[in-house]
């Protein structure tokens, strides 16, 4: 029987029809196209992986379904290995070729990849990857990388396409709920809403009023969470690209008027920034994929592993620290899937250094709880605020003093840990120095109604700066640290080579 040719347009982290390069070639031709999402089972089985995420792709793979019917044909849905999937539609069609993005992700997924690229030559079939964002996939190292990064950001935005030729009867497949028994790893708390029309929502909103007090307030927790972009798990799960958020931005800062200039100009310039730095990161994973098992300098090896303690990680999770910022936010993010930036690095140096467990470790639970769990930046960002690199300045965070900072009146802890919600500002922020009197007077008792700290910070400092140390000692040291600099390295971090040789520092 002969079979019909097809061609596909296999999605992952790129739920858009706009500018989104594999789906504009193949609507380029008349073969019929068939665009498809593999709700891939053991991915879903990964300590990585949580149904927090799902949530998200699934209203996002809703919009997706109903956005590519209307071009002609509907997103198909399938459950199960890529290769399996694709093999059975081997047996129906003729498969021409397979166009997706590359993707940057696990080594879970680098290895799928892998497959399928092996599947494809042995079954001569054309795959033909994209670049996605700024990424450039076969770096030797940063070398020229800003460069061809900024020179795709300014190529135009690819147009969505006008229309699909058809797939002549072929059932769509149905998209899984979060209940159901192929996601392991449940997350309870809120999501974000997912889809593209979400994303520009959210994105016009930010230039028209939000982003005003942006980078005022970008370490606020319970108030950034109005004033950042939040498009984060939109450019995790691709509704939006880099971009055309670049281009949104550039068309606002050309429209601004002269009175208008002063409050926007410094804001959009840092959303700029930090769009840079994302791809800066996911650039790292890129280049070493083993960031994802492994220090980067690797004299960091062995030094928390064996030291694990399960109850200081129970209490870091889930909030019962006896340090109420801390505690705060980590309740915060279980229930919200986001956090500002600056309470996620607190919450990873918290753990590395203060309670001393590996990052590999807590990167698991916190991979789970974002909802933008971009596994370039997450790695990237574990290893830094734990110390490990071997070209950062150690990252210690003092939780009392980042508490005061931000949270000076106590308003998101009262919010977020009620037990301390009768306590009063003078106390708020270590309420284990309030007297036995005070404790019952405010019914709130330090070790029954809220836990004492689990340790004391400036004591686990000191002990963790002297285990830092003596690594920084051994010989050969600075050379591991040449190595990741020249490989993984910015040229921001080269300029400024000796802030490495400081590496001990406290914030």
């Known amino acids: 029987m002969l079979k019909n040719n097809i061609q596909i347009v296999w999605f992952k982290r790129d739920l858009r029809i706009t500018d989104h390069r594999p789906l504009f070639e193949a609507s380029l031709n008349s073969i019929p196209t068939l665009p498809i999402y593999i709700v891939e089972t053991d991915y879903w089985k990964q300590t990585f992986s949580s149904t927090r995420h799902w949530s998200f792709i699934h209203d ?18 399938r459950i199960g290995s890529v290769k399996d999937v694709f093999e059975d539609l081997s047996l129906q069609y003729n498969i021409q070729s397979i166009l997706s993005h590359e993707e940057t992700g696990n080594k879970w997924t680098y290895d799928r990849d892998n497959e399928i690229q092996n599947w494809c030559h042995k079954n001569n079939i054309l795959l033909n990857e994209f670049p996605s964002n700024g990424i450039v996939r076969c770096l030797k190292n940063r070398t020229g990388w800003s460069k061809i990064r900024n020179l795709r950001m ?20 149905k998209i899984p709920f979060k209940n159901d028994p192929i996601f392991k790893n449940n997350h309870s708390g809120i999501v974000q809403k997912g889809g593209r029309s979400e994303a520009i929502k959210i994105l016009d909103s930010f230039l028209a009023v939000r982003g005003k007090n942006y980078t005022y307030n970008i370490s606020k927790p319970g108030i950034t969470e109005q004033t950042c972009t939040r498009l984060s ?6 509704t939006i690209s880099s971009k055309e958020i670049l281009k949104l931005i550039k068309t606002k800062k050309e429209s601004l008027l002269e009175s208008e200039k002063k409050i926007w100009n410094k804001n959009l310039t840092a959303v700029i920034s ?51 910022f801390i505690d705060a936010c980590m309740r915060s993010l279980n229930y919200n899937g986001w956090i500002t930036f600056r309470m996620r690095a607190m919450l990873v140096s918290f753990a590395s250094y203060d309670l001393w467990l590996d990052w590999r470790k807590t990167g698991y639970h916190l991979a789970q709880t974002f909802t933008d769990y971009e596994p370039g930046i997450h790695y990237s960002q574990l290893q830094m605020q734990s110390g490990v690199t071997g070209i950062n300045t150690l990252r210690i965070y003092s939780p009392i003093k980042q508490s005061m900072d931000h949270d000076p009146r106590g308003k998101f802890i009262k919010k977020w840990v ?45 002990q963790a700066k002297l285990k830092l140390a ?17 490989k993984l390295g910015s040229k921001r971090v080269k300029k400024n080579q000796k802030k490495i040789d400081n590496q001990l520092e406290l914030l």
């Open 233 to 238: 798990p939109h450019l995790t799960w691709g």
């Open 274 to 324: 930090r769009l840079s730095w994302r791809c800066h990161f996911i650039q790292k994973l890129e280049t070493q994929p083993s960031i994802e098992f492994k220090c980067m300098h690797p004299y960091y090896e062995g030094i928390r592993e064996n030291n694990f303690d399960i109850h200081f990680y129970n209490a870091w999770k889930k909030g019962f620290t006896g340090y109420p």
């Open 154 to 173: 300014k190529e135009v935005v690819i147009s969505t396409p006008t229309n699909l030729t058809p797939i002549i009867k072929i059932e769509a497949g």
């Open 60 to 77: 996002s793979l809703k919009e997706l379904r109903k956005d590519l019917k209307n071009l002609g044909q509907t997103l198909i849905v």
């Open 470 to 486: 003596r690594i920084l000692s051994k010989d050969g040291y600075r050379h591991g640290s040449n190595i990741v600099l020249n």
């Open 418 to 462: 009620p037990e301390l919600a009768n306590v009063p500002d003078t106390w708020i922020h270590e309420p284990w120095k309030m007297d036995l009197y005070t404790q019952k007077k405010l019914n709130c008792l330090i070790g029954k109604h809220y836990p004492k700290p689990v340790v004391d910070h400036k004591d686990a400092i000191k």
